[in-house]
């Protein structure tokens, strides 16, 4: 069990370093019902989840990380509709449909590429 501990607590400095190397800040959600809704309420459907847990947020932003021709944008943007979708996909055939895909929907930022110099490897499954 410990060991596992470990395993969660290294995962959580990995993302909130990687937030924080881009300006971001990760926290957990505590509701002001004062609810846990990670044990009551969460893992039903994960729509359902966003959509509640983002209930007082205003305008939450979404990043759909790997958006490949958008098919998550639309149920974002349906489950979300005052949101603000970031869509990242690096694969330039891909990013090219996205584009197309989701200039309808606006309030929509896809991005493909970064402005970080350094390497990087994906793997393009030909399926």
Same mark, same amino acid.
């Given at each position: 069990?410990?060991?596992?501990?470990?395993?969660?607590?290294?995962?959580?400095?990995?993302? /909130?370093?990687?937030?924080?190397?881009?300006?971001?800040?990760?926290?957990?959600? /505590?509701?002001?019902?004062?609810? $846990?809704?990670?044990?009551? /309420?969460?893992?039903?459907?994960?729509?359902?989840?966003?959509?509640?847990?983002?209930? $007082?947020?205003?305008?939450?932003?979404?990043?759909?990380?790997?958006?490949?021709?958008?098919?998550?944008?639309?149920?974002?943007?349906?489950?979300?509709?005052?949101?603000?979708?970031?869509?990242?996909?690096?694969?330039?055939?891909?990013?090219?449909?996205?584009?197309?895909?989701?200039?309808?929907?606006?309030?929509?930022?896809?991005?493909?590429?970064?402005?970080?110099?350094?390497?990087?490897? /994906?793997?393009?499954?030909?399926?």
């Amino acid at each position: 069990m410990q060991a596992v501990t470990q395993a969660v607590r290294a995962a959580k400095r990995l993302v /909130r370093g990687a937030a924080h190397a881009v300006g971001l800040e990760v926290s957990r959600y /505590r509701p002001a019902d004062g609810r $846990d809704y990670v044990i009551t /309420r969460v893992g039903v459907s994960a729509l359902r989840d966003m959509h509640e847990l983002l209930a $007082d947020v205003s305008t939450p932003i979404v990043f759909d990380v790997g958006a490949n021709v958008g098919q998550s944008v639309a149920v974002f943007r349906e489950a979300l509709p005052d949101s603000i979708l970031h869509a990242f996909e690096p694969g330039p055939e891909a990013f090219a449909e996205l584009e197309a895909n989701t200039r309808r929907l606006g309030n929509l930022q896809p991005s493909g590429r970064f402005r970080v110099h350094g390497f990087c490897s /994906r793997t393009i499954s030909p399926t």
